[in-house]
C-alpha cells in the first residue's frame, strides 16, 4: 500500500517560474514531513521540512504548504532556477518510529 | 556533502553470489537506516539500527540482513543475489532513534546483479 502518493511524476517549468509538487498521505500517524531533493547519482538531500502544528514553512525560495484536513502537502520552489533539476521526494514519519515513507518522486527540469 | 559515507560506491555481481555494503554514519549520530531505491519500487524503507540494537525492519528479504558495530558503522548484507536485488543502496543516519529526527543520506552504493 503506497501510503504517500506524489504527482506530478515529472515537471518542466521555464527559469524564473514556480515550481509546485504536491503530496497526499493516508496515515494520520504521520506527523513530520520532510521533502529532499536528489541529483543523479547522488544521495536524497534534505531540502526542508514541517510538522503539522504549522501550514506553512519558507527557507528562501523554497516553501511548504501544509492542509492537516485534507492531508496534503506541496513543495513550492519560487523562482525556480535550472540548477534545481533534480528530482524530489516527498517523505513522511511520525514519533512512533524514524523510518521514513517516500512518494514516488518528481523530475523537474527547469528550462532556461 | 552529508558527513555519511558508504562503500563501495559500484558494485558489480553474479547471481547467486554474497555481498556486504558499508557505511558510516555522520559523526555523533547513532541511528544508521538502510533504504533501497529501484525505478520499479522507489526509495523503500528496509532496516534500521540504534547504538548496535535493530529498531525497526520494513521491506527487507530474509536472503538480506545487517548489523551495527561498536563503533557505530553498519553493514548491509546480501545474499543469494537475483537481478532483481539491482538497485541503489542508501545509507542513512540521525541522531536518535525515535523521533521524528532529520535523516541525512549517504551517495549510496549501486548494485549490479548480472
Known amino acids: 500500500q503506497q501510503q504517500v502518493k506524489q504527482s506530478p511524476q515529472s515537471l518542466i517549468v521555464q527559469k524564473g517560474g514556480i515550481s509546485i509538487i504536491n503530496c497526499a498521505y493516508e496515515?494520520?500517524?504521520?506527523?513530520?514531513f520532510p521533502w529532499y531533493q536528489q541529483f543523479p547519482g547522488k544521495g536524497p538531500a534534505l531540502l526542508i521540512a514541517?510538522?503539522?502544528?504549522?501550514s506553512e514553512k519558507k527557507e528562501g525560495r523554497f516553501t511548504i504548504s501544509f492542509n492537516k484536513s485534507a492531508k496534503q502537502f506541496s513543495l513550492h520552489i519560487m523562482d525556480s532556477q535550472p540548477g534545481d533539476s533534480a528530482t524530489y521526494f516527498c517523505?513522511?514519519?511520525?514519533?512512533?518510529?524514524?523510518?521514513?515513507?517516500f512518494g514516488g518522486g518528481t523530475r523537474l527540469m527547469v528550462k532556461p | 556533502d552529508s558527513g555519511v559515507t558508504q562503500t563501495p560506491k559500484h558494485l558489480i555481481t553474479a547471481t547467486g553470489q554474497r555481498v556486504t555494503l558499508r557505511c558510516s554514519p555522520r559523526s555523533g549520530d547513532l541511528s544508521v537506516y538502510w533504504y533501497q531505491q529501484s525505478l520499479d519500487q522507489g526509495l523503500q524503507f528496509l532496516i534500521q539500527?540504534?547504538?548496535?540494537?535493530?529498531?525497526a525492519k520494513g521491506n527487507i528479504l530474509e536472503r538480506f540482513s545487517a548489523q551495527q558495530f561498536p563503533d557505530l558503522h553498519s553493514e548491509l548484507n546480501l545474499s543469494s543475489l537475483e537481478l532483481g536485488d539491482s538497485a541503489l543502496y542508501f545509507c542513512?543516519?540521525?541522531?536518535?532513534?525515535?523521533?521524528?529526527?532529520?535523516?541525512?543520506f549517504g551517495p549510496g552504493t549501486r548494485l549490479t546483479v548480472t
Open positions: 539500527y540504534y547504538n548496535g540494537e535493530e529498531r
Open positions: 517523505a513522511a514519519t511520525n514519533n512512533a518510529g524514524n523510518m521514513l515513507t
Open positions: 496515515n494520520t500517524a504521520f506527523d513530520y
Open positions: 514541517i510538522r503539522p502544528d504549522v
Open positions: 542513512a543516519s540521525s541522531v536518535e532513534a525515535g523521533g521524528p529526527y532529520e535523516q541525512y
